[in-house]
């Protein structure tokens, strides 16, 4: 079976620069999730997509950051304009349940790096 | 606000001998509880959960328990091995999965 795929695996742009990261969840997985990791932090959450809509966007700054999943399936997240602070892991992770039936069990692609200069 | 907590940045065992790992959190709706593991340039995968209703769930060299009146949960490793070096993520679900700071271990041979 194959894992959740990320690209680019790596990103360095200069701030004010935009990006994009793209992920394709494991196939038949309906619940889609794009998480930030700051160097010595744990994962949050920025947003959770439940088929193709949003179950949770709460802590995506929503002024620089946008998410889509097309037709259900893989998602890209873009940041636009980038900040410094923006430095982070990007991960993706799928499941098959979301809601009261989620154990919490996720998994993750490995992440695509971004450095802002 | 931190929900989940992991008071231990790091942490430093022999080869062989037990690891115990920490973890709180404040949120008494939280369903199941969940220990994530984490290499370099990885992303974490999923280790073990426990359930809210049960207080103690094992598998292999991994155990962990779950003190519901002190919303404490506790990761064990034995024997530790030095594959077992990496971060540990606490993690809690109820209607999103919401991870702790993480602990980093390292198993010395």
Redesign the interface.
Known sequence: EAG?AQSPRYKIIEKRQSVAFWCNPISGHATL?W?QQIL??????LI?FQNNGV??DSQLPKDRFSAERLKGVDSTLKIQPAKLEDSAVY?C?SSLFA??A??????????SRLTVL | DQQ?K?NS?SLSVQEGRISILNCDYTNSMF????WYKKYP??????LI?I?SIKDKNEDGRFTVFLNKSAKHLSLHIVPSQPGDSAVY?C???Y????????TSLSVIP
């Open positions: 959740v999730y998480y010595g932090q744990g994962p949050k959450l959770q179950v949770d991960l992770a809601g009261p989620n154990t919490g069990e996720l998994f993750f692609g490995e992440g | 989940v992991q940045p369903d199941y509880f969940l340039a990885e992303g974490p995968t999923f959960s359930s993520f993690a809690t679900s209607d999103k999965v919401i991870f702790g700071p993480g």
